[in-house]
C-alpha cells in the first residue's frame, strides 16, 4: 500500500512522471529497512524478550544513523537520472520564445532538484523530520505486534481452557456411569429374589442402556430422541422392580427430536426421584414432564418425599455433577432450580438450544 501511494497520488496531467515516483520510492527505502530490521531483529529479540534497555539504545542508534545520511538516495537518484534534466523553452504563440524576447532564461534554483524538495528546511529540521517519521514507523510496527501476540496468547488460553473443560467434563461422565450402573445392578440384585423372569427382563433393558453409554453417550452429544429412550429404558427398568402403588406419569413434548444435546443430562434427576422418592410402606409418585420450543429444553421432574430420603439426604453424587457439567457445557445460560417442601421435591432444568 505504501508502495502504491505515490503511483496514484503522484499521477496528473497528460503525463506520467516516473521519475518522481521512482524518487518517492527511493526515499521510502530507508523507512522501510528500518521497518525490516525492527520486525525482524530488534523487536523479537530484544523487545519481546523485556531487554528494553538493549533495544532503545538499538533502535535509537538505527534512527539517527538512518535519518543522517537519509540524503544519500537523493543523490543516488541524481546519478542515476543525471540530475534535474533541462529547462524547457516556454511556448510563445508566435513561436518558441528566444532569449531576446525573454530578456533572460531564469536562473535555474540552486541544488537543482533537491533544494525543492526540502525548500528552505535546514538539515536540523530534515534529520528532525526523518527521526520522527522512523518512530512512527518503529511504533506502529511494534503496536501491530504485540496486538498479534496478544491474540495469539488469548487463542492458546482459550484452547488450553478447552481442553481442561473437556477433561474435566469426560471426567464427571465417568463419574455418572459407575453411579448409574451400581444402583441398576443393586435394582436386579433385588429383583431376582422376587420374580427371576422379570429380573432378566431387566439385564435386557440394563444391556440396552449400556449400549447407549458406551457408544452415542461417549461422543459427548446426543440427538433429543436417543436421550429420551435412554431415559424411557431406565424408566421401564425402574417400572419392573415397583408395584401400582407407585405411580409413575411420563410426558415427554418434543416436535424436533433430532436436534442434538450434551448427553447424560437428566439420568442424575431421575435416579434420584426413584431413589429418594419412592416409599414401600406408602403410595408415591413419580412425574416427568419434558417440553422443547425452538430456543430452549425444559425438563421438570417431580416425585413425592420418602422418610429415607430425609436420613440419606445429601450422600449422592448425582447433582453435584450435574451443577459442574451444566457450569461447563452451558456457562450461566441454564436454569437450574430446586424446591423442595416436606412432602414434594421439584426440579425444573431449562437449557438453551443451538439451531445448527
Do not use: C
Request: glycine share 4%.
Amino acid at each position: 500500500m505504501v508502495l502504491s501511494l505515490p503511483v496514484f497520488t503522484l499521477k496528473g496531467g497528460d503525463e506520467f512522471n516516473w521519475d518522481r515516483v521512482i524518487l518517492e520510492w527511493i526515499r521510502i527505502l530507508p523507512f522501510l529497512l528500518i521497518f525490516i530490521i525492527n520486525n525482524s531483529l530488534l523487536a523479537p529479540k530484544l523487545f519481546f524478550k523485556q531487554k528494553l534497555i538493549g533495544y532503545s539504545i538499538s533502535i535509537l542508534t538505527i534512527v539517527i544513523l538512518f535519518s543522517v545520511f537519509n540524503n544519500l538516495p537523493q543523490i543516488l537518484h541524481d546519478f542515476l537520472f543525471q540530475g534535474p534534466g533541462p529547462e524547457r523553452i516556454p511556448m510563445h504563440p508566435e513561436g518558441p520564445m528566444s532569449p531576446d524576447s525573454m530578456g533572460a532564461f531564469p536562473e535555474p534554483p540552486p541544488f537543482g532538484r533537491h533544494s525543492q524538495l526540502r525548500g528552505n528546511k535546514p538539515f536540523s529540521y530534515l534529520i528532525f523530520e526523518n527521526m520522527i517519521i522512523s518512530f512512527l514507523v518503529v511504533g506502529f510496527n511494534n503496536a501491530i505486534k504485540l496486538g498479534i501476540s496478544r491474540q495469539k496468547e488469548e487463542l492458546q488460553r482459550e484452547e488450553k481452557e478447552k481442553i481442561h473443560l473437556e477433561t474435566e467434563l469426560s471426567f464427571l461422565r465417568t463419574q455418572i456411569s459407575p453411579h448409574f450402573f451400581m444402583n441398576t445392578l443393586n435394582n436386579i440384585h433385588a429383583l431376582i429374589e422376587i420374580d427371576q423372569v422379570q429380573a432378566q427382563k431387566s439385564v435386557i433393558e440394563l444391556s440396552k442402556l449400556m449400549r447407549y453409554l458406551l457408544n452415542e453417550s461417549q461422543q459427548g452429544t446426543a440427538t433429543i430422541r436417543a436421550e429420551f429412550e435412554f431415559l424411557n429404558s431406565y424408566i421401564d427398568l425402574m417400572r419392573i422392580r415397583y408395584s401400582d402403588k407407585v405411580k409413575i406419569d411420563v410426558n415427554f413434548e418434543i416436535p424436533d427430536d433430532h436436534q442434538k444435546i450434551p448427553s447424560l443430562l437428566f439420568i442424575s434427576l431421575v435416579e434420584n426421584a426413584f431413589k429418594y422418592g419412592i416409599s414401600y410402606s406408602k403410595e408415591s409418585y413419580i412425574s416427568i414432564h419434558a417440553k422443547q420450543d425452538q430456543e430452549q429444553l425444559s425438563f421438570e421432574i417431580k416425585n413425592s418425599v420418602s422418610p429415607k430420603s430425609k436420613i440419606e439426604k445429601g450422600t449422592g453424587v448425582g447433582l453435584v455433577n450435574l451443577r459442574k457439567q451444566l457450569d461447563i457445557l452451558f456457562d450461566g445460560e441454564q436454569s437450574f432450580d430446586i424446591i423442595e417442601s416436606e412432602n414434594e421435591y421439584q426440579v425444573k432444568l431449562i437449557i438453551p438450544l443451538k439451531n445448527d
